[in-house]
């Protein structure tokens, strides 16, 4: 039937030939087929009779005839550009991340072609992209689907993403080149490729690696858009949460692609491969172990590498010292600082690191205080306790005293100074506000109060609402280690104007940390909460009232300032108070006007008023309110004799005594806002 049908139309054999099989296309597939046959039989090296086959076999979803016609015209016709067209928009389809129904069938008819081809399809066209991001795409597709490629492209494939990072010149490490050249590309190239790298482009790499992964983790949630912070303008917000923290997809790449799942695994995976091309010596399990197995493993590589000269280890020391500093260092500011890495964490707010009071007579719990120190651990190291409040304290203490070890490690040689500095400046660590808050620690930790003041002051001008508060509060620390109670208490008296009061006010026995035994300082990671940041401002206060009440200049301002503040968490202040009797017992008077307004205290009222008579030392005291001592000058009195002031005192205790059941906390707390200025000019 077919054969009847001739062409006597103004078109040319082949043209004709197609639009018949078209018009049968639809009503007829069969008989469409049967021209499209016939076509490419007659017509072998026509292009467009082949392709137009391609299209109906398509059209009809026939997977397996399109892919054997893609192949053919593959082989056949490599330089058409329509052809190219097609095997792109194929090789689009199998990357894209939304696979519908027409993404679906052009990747099952690509798998359906020999992987022969395919290998050559996919080099063909990446080696024909000017892009170098949809290049490296299809070259990473190519050596995952063939390996053996990875020899041959993959040493380049990292040189073109280097040099396009170079050329695009972004804000930040975090950049499309780099995530591609760290995450995807670099550890492919190192477990496949045998070839020989050179030492010092491996430590390129490795260096480049570091850099990324630690911007990556430190990206601000979005939106970022703070100049100068790791994680800049080139990052935008992408609505996603991912492992507790809403992460920013990269510039260039898709929201898929700028996940990384687990950044510190992928990173020491990466640093494992490096070091095992470099020739490291390092077990697999290192980052996975303890923190002290960690750290003695670098110590042991330092004490190796002073007993030989050509300085071996030198380099490996410095980037898994490095790598380790910053790992601890991040998730130690991640604990204390949760809001600044957006990790969400279960703390409510920032936590603080404190110097114990010294000269305090009350303890923080009834738990044990830490056992002596062992012959071998340094004896003028301040231990630190974690607030029984904080379920990991022990792990978040552990991450802060291994970076600073890490960090002193990195300091203890000149050369290693240099080379740490090196790094330190290229990653612009200076303006880490995360680095300026560890560093903060650090002084404090060592007893540098004069250093921390000065850093406190520089990094916390732009601090508001809790970190401003826990800035005052490490502040207060400071000067009050330098024995500048005034200053002290002018900032603890404004951090507890702030603080924010709770519901739950918890045991008010609980008292901030003596200092340690045998005469060892005593750290306190403390949460910045009213139930512990109150107990520990009332002791630095009191302590303070305490030197100037017990000086030689008798001071009876500080003197009852003191004993409104051991009302709370009474009676564990009881002994205090006993040295406070003696005192005014000797002094003979006591003068004190706020006494009935801030003091409700059984005992103490009970121990003053024992004060007056002959038994107690019948000590002149000067303590009614106002208004009771306006009635008693208006009283005739005679030597000797005055039972009209003696009943005054007696009612106005009894007065007092009524009061006996309100809150302490409260009452405390008022006192040291009202009579902020009386407390201050006290000092």
Known sequence: MMAAVVNTGPVGDEEWMVLRARGYAKSDPWTAKAWMITARSLFPQNFSIQFEAYSMEKSSRNVKEAAKLLEQMFVSFPDEPVLWKEVQTTLEAMQTEAKDAKNEFLTDIFASIPTQVQCQMLLRVANTINNTIEQCRLLLLAMK???????????????????AERHSNPQTSVNCYRKLLVCDVLPMVLSKTKAEVPQKQLYKWLQKAIEFYISYVTMPPPPASSPGELGSPELHAMGKKHGGKKWASIAGLSDKESQVSDPWGALFQLLLLLGQKIGWDVEANFFSNTRDYQWQYIVSLYNRDRQTEAGTYHKQILYMTVVLFV????????????????????????????????????????????????????????????????????DIVQNFVTALKCYELLHSSEHLRMEFVKIYQSWMMEIWRWMGQFQTDMFIYQGAFQEAIGHLQNFGISTKGSVRMRNHLQLACCHYCMGNHSKSCELILEVVSVLPSTEDKGDNSVKPLLPGPDGCRQLYLSTCTEIELLPYSIQLLTTCFKEKAFSSTKDDNAMGHMIVLLQYGWPKQEPLFSQAVRKLQADGAFSYSLFFTYIINVDILEEVAFMKTAEGGKVNLDILPTSAKLIAQQRTVTRGVNKGVKEDFRVTMEKQVRRADECVEELIRKFLVEEREVLLQTL
């Open 327 to 394: 790992e601890c260092l991040f998730n130690y500011v991640s604990s204390v600082d949760p809001e600044l890495f957006a990790q969400g964490g279960a703390n409510s707010g920032p936590l603080v690191l404190l110097e114990a009071i010294k000269g305090a007579t009350t303890e923080l719990t009834t738990e044990p205080r830490p056992k002596k120190l062992r012959p071998s651990e340094n004896p003028h190291l301040p231990q630190i306790q974690p607030s029984p409040l904080l379920s990991a304290g022990k």
């Open 145 to 163: 689907k063939f390996p053996s490629l990875v020899n041959e492209h993959g040493l380049k494939l990292l040189e073109t993403l280097l040099t």
